[in-house]
């Protein structure tokens, strides 16, 4: 049997549809650099006995990555990463991070709350990506 | 694609009481579905009624393209394992198992044999010896060793807690997998179908209020908060579902395919238990309030 590489959770109060949940589950492992070309993703049996979830549903998962290019199916064998998104955008993590926490700490200093600082975030970030579809 | 089970307006009378009215539903092949309601709704009417242990007053059913319990050959090819996952206590397990063999033309003993040993229940211990989880375990396990082409199954998991619940919602999950079958199961606890299940059907006050594939049913209900508005002013292709109001704001749940665009309402979207409280809403208005149990 193949090692687990990665290991998908469920978190059911997010709002997020499941299968939406273990895209992005693959796609932050492949930006983390935790899943590389050619490693396998768990099969769909185990991800269903694992998480007592509807097999459609790691079906789904699987051809929405396939369809982004990220994995390819070999039938009867499994699913396999055929991109990676780790490399520039990982480099610039820490520059990013760098100026978030300098931004988080005028946020306090300004008085906002944690839930104050989420809702702001939130809403521009919204609006932001809002702005760039239209 | 072949159905697992049509109904035409199939009805199911007790005496004077209707425990199922004009029920009309196809369920395609593949697909793990949900049976939802309050106790005493229909759900154990509409699936004795598929197994072929009643005998409906109204109405037709077909399952598998025939006659429930029409046969020998539709008999093997149904699972049904009954509420509270019933299982014969004088019995070991090895008994069961050799029951199962005797009775079944298309039985898989290899199956059963490595989930017993799996699930690790000693083959010698009578069955009601056994806790809950491992009753329900053993149930599963000769529903499963039938190999049927379709295993229906009346609130499998009610009576055990969290862990053994779990465990055997893994176990039918990881089988239809292997397997490839039709599954339906009901459950007056919506947390319990909401990952499993991939087609939905609501059952309140003996009638089918909702029926389709889950993805399909949350794509096309959302939940609009607004301005107080008279449901009547709302466009044509938009199905009020429910509606709440105060003095000033009205909450609607409705059902359309178009998007929506009028700027008055804060459009959010439903989860699964949103969607079916939404349909069970709409009997507030009578003094019986149906109860349906939300438990995470």
């Known amino acids: 049997m193949e090692k687990l590489l990665i290991e998908f959770y469920l978190d059911s109060r997010s709002g997020v549809s499941p299968y939406q949940q273990l895209v992005q589950q693959v796609r932050q ?22 998480l007592a979830i509807n097999p459609n549903t790691v079906l789904k998962a699987y051809r929405e990555l396939e369809h982004e290019g990220l994995v390819a199916a070999r039938p009867g ?35 906002l709350d944690d839930e104050s600082i989420e809702a702001l975030f939130m809403t521009t970030f919204r609006t932001a990506s809002q702005e760039e579809i239209a | 694609m072949t159905s697992v089970l049509q109904a035409q307006e199939l009805g199911k009378k007790y005496g004077k009481r209707w425990a199922l009215r004009e029920c009309t539903v ?12 309050p106790n005493g709704a229909g759900k154990t009417t509409l699936l004795k009624l598929a197994a072929g242990q009643l ?16 046969g020998p050959a539709q008999l093997a090819k149904v699972g ?6 019933p299982v ?51 149930a599963l396990t000769l529903g499963l060793a039938k190999r049927p082409e379709l295993l229906i199954l009346d609130e ?43 087609f939905l059907i609501v059952l309140v006050d003996s009638r089918v209020q909702v029926a389709g594939e889950v993805d399909r049913l949350l794509s096309t209900h959302h939940r609009l908060t607004g301005p107080r508005r008279d449901p009547a002013r709302l466009p044509a292709g938009q199905q009020v579902i429910s509606a709440r109001h105060t003095d000033r704001q009205s909450t609607f749940v409705i059902r359309t395919d178009a998007p929506i665009h009028d700027p008055a309402w804060t459009v959010t979207r439903l989860d699964l238990e949103d969607l079916v409280l939404a349909y069970m809403d709409r009997y507030v208005a009578d003094d019986r309030r149906p109860v349906l149990e939300v438990r995470r």
Not at chain 2, 80 to 85: E, H, N
């Open chain 1, 29 to 50: 492992a492949l930006r983390l650099g935790l899943l590389r070309v050619g490693d396998q993703l768990p099969t769909v049996k185990d991800v269903v006995a694992g």
């Open chain 1, 77 to 111: 064998v499994g699913t396999f990463v055929t991109a990676t998104l780790a490399g520039a955008s990982l480099a610039a993590h820490g520059p990013l991070r760098a100026d978030l926490r300098r931004w988080l700490e005028k946020a306090r200093r300004a008085g």
């Open chain 2, 26 to 37: 196809d369920i395609p092949a593949g697909h793990v579905v949900g049976l939802v309601g």
């Open chain 2, 55 to 70: 005998e409906p007053t109204a109405g037709a059913i077909t399952v598998l393209g025939g006659r429930p319990a029409g």
């Open chain 2, 80 to 85: 049904f394992v009954a509420q509270d996952t």
């Open chain 2, 88 to 138: 014969y206590s004088g019995l070991t397990v090895a008994e069961h198992l050799r029951l199962g063999t005797r009775l079944n033309p298309r039985w898989d003993a290899g199956l059963a044999r490595e989930r017993i040993a799996r699930l690790g229940l000693p083959s010698g211990h009578r069955a009601g010896k056994l806790s809950g989880g491992q009753r329900a375990q053993l």
């Open chain 2, 156 to 198: 499998p998991v009610a009576s055990l807690d969290p862990l053994a619940r779990r465990e055997f919602l893994q176990g039918l999950m990881e089988a239809t997998v292997e397997h490839e079958f039709s599954v339906v199961l009901s459950s007056h606890l919506v947390a319990d179908l909401e990952r499993v299940c991939d």
